[in-house]
């Protein structure tokens, strides 16, 4: 997966001042509305995503570490964003988080007290993330060249977390997926009584990390940040 810096704006909701060489895609579509839906669904039959359409998420993550044997203290931290998914031309989407915050506790289970409480994160709101899907695989991302690195790998974390691949949502599956936690053991089924629901799990025990330009490994990764 590519991943490219560029200079992007988007004042308030409306996409403007986009900048920089765009994904090229094999996807084109030609005629009116109805058309244009029926070739969307014709060429991109394996994405959960579909262009023309704007998806809304929760997205919540949490990070626990535990004192197991001594006096099983635990240190926790959670972040929570709303997330707006949106087509903007052929293959590409906009990833934007919205309304952040995190939370710290700490402490001997149920006795844990908060060291951060619900703490806002506006910054993380400032810049969205452009990538690019094709067969339900991201195939590259774009970030504006403004936006702080450990902003930019919260991002890349919270997307990794997402399942666009349509055939997750009917049938098992166990592969290796390559993302910002490095190439990992991933496998998924379909929760049974649901529509579209996936559970997924990502074996991060046993993920190779691609070495830094230094030639050391890569450090280790919570929500993304390094």
């Known amino acids: 997966m590519k991943e490219r810096?560029?200079?992007w704006k988007i004042r308030g909701r409306t996409k403007?001042?986009?900048?920089?060489?765009?994904?090229?895609?094999t996807f084109t579509a030609i005629g009116n509305v109805s058309n244009y839906k029926f070739a969307i669904q014709k060429v991109q039959p394996k994405n959960v995503l579909q262009p023309g359409y704007d998806y809304i998420y929760r997205f919540e993550s949490k990070v626990v570490a535990e004192a197991v044997g001594t006096t099983d203290d635990k240190s926790e931290i959670s972040i929570s964003c709303d997330v707006f998914i949106s087509h903007v031309s052929s293959c590409l989407y906009t990833f934007i988080l919205d309304k952040c915050s995190t939370k710290a506790i700490e402490g001997p289970p149920g006795s844990e007290s908060a060291w951060i409480e619900?703490?806002?994160?506006?910054?993380?709101s400032k810049y969205p993330v452009l990538f690019s899907l094709s067969n339900g695989e991201i195939t590259?991302?774009?970030v504006d060249e403004n936006d702080p690195i450990h902003f930019v790998n919260i991002k890349r974390g919270a997307l990794s977390a997402f399942v666009f691949k349509?055939?997750?949502t009917t049938q098992p599956s166990?592969?290796?997926h390559t993302d910002v936690h490095g190439a990992c053991p991933w496998s998924?089924?379909?929760v049974l009584?649901?529509?579209?629901s996936v559970h997924a799990e990502k074996d991060m025990l046993h993920c190779s990390f691609q070495a830094e330009k230094t030639g050391s490994l890569a450090r280790i990764r919570c929500f993304g940040i390094w």
């Open 174 to 176: 166990k592969e290796m």
């Open 16 to 25: 403007s001042d986009r900048g920089g060489q765009m994904v090229k895609c």
């Open 5 to 7: 810096r560029l200079h």
């Open 140 to 142: 590259e991302i774009q």
């Open 118 to 124: 619900d703490q806002p994160l506006f910054d993380l």
């Open 188 to 190: 998924s089924y379909p």
């Open 166 to 168: 349509l055939s997750y």
């Open 193 to 196: 009584g649901s529509e579209g």
